[in-house]
Nanobody, 123 residues
Framework: QVQLVESGGGLVQAGGSLRLSCAAS??????MGWFRQAPGKEREFVGRIVWSSRSTYYPDSVKGRFTISRDNAKNTVYLEMNSLKPEDTAVYYC??????????????????WGQGTQVTVSS
């Protein structure tokens, strides 16, 4: 059974940092992505990592502030978030796909999702 379990969310002041973790079990994946969803908004892509190559990609909204990494031994992916802004407040989700995908930013590209973890950035 595939499971993605996120942790590390919380409350932080603007300018601060948080590191989210996503522990995966049940199988290996081609890539893992991070998304976020603020109240009343659509789920937004914030980055992905290809497991084998460690290749990462970020949209402009978080580029230079967010970093995704993975620990092969722990089968865990991390989202390091720095210089946080109030507009980064959202529920953050990790997602995984076993298939080679073209559009990493699309939620339909991912087969598995975590339960989400709340990140709140105060001004």
């Amino acid at each position: 059974q595939v499971q993605l379990v996120e942790s590390g969310g919380g409350l932080v002041q603007a300018g601060g940092s948080l590191r989210l973790s996503c522990a995966a079990s049940g199988r290996t994946f081609y890539a893992m992505g991070w998304f976020r969803q603020a109240p009343g908004k659509e789920r937004e892509f914030v980055g992905r990592i290809v497991w084998s190559s460690r290749s990462t990609y970020y949209p402009d909204s978080v580029k230079g502030r967010f970093t995704i990494s993975r620990d092969n031994a722990k089968n865990t992916v991390y989202l390091e978030m720095n210089s946080l802004k109030p507009e980064d407040t959202a529920v953050y989700y990790c997602a995984a796909t076993s298939w080679v995908v073209v559009d990493f930013a699309s939620i339909t590209s991912y087969e598995y999702w975590g339960q989400g973890t709340q990140v709140t950035v105060s001004s």
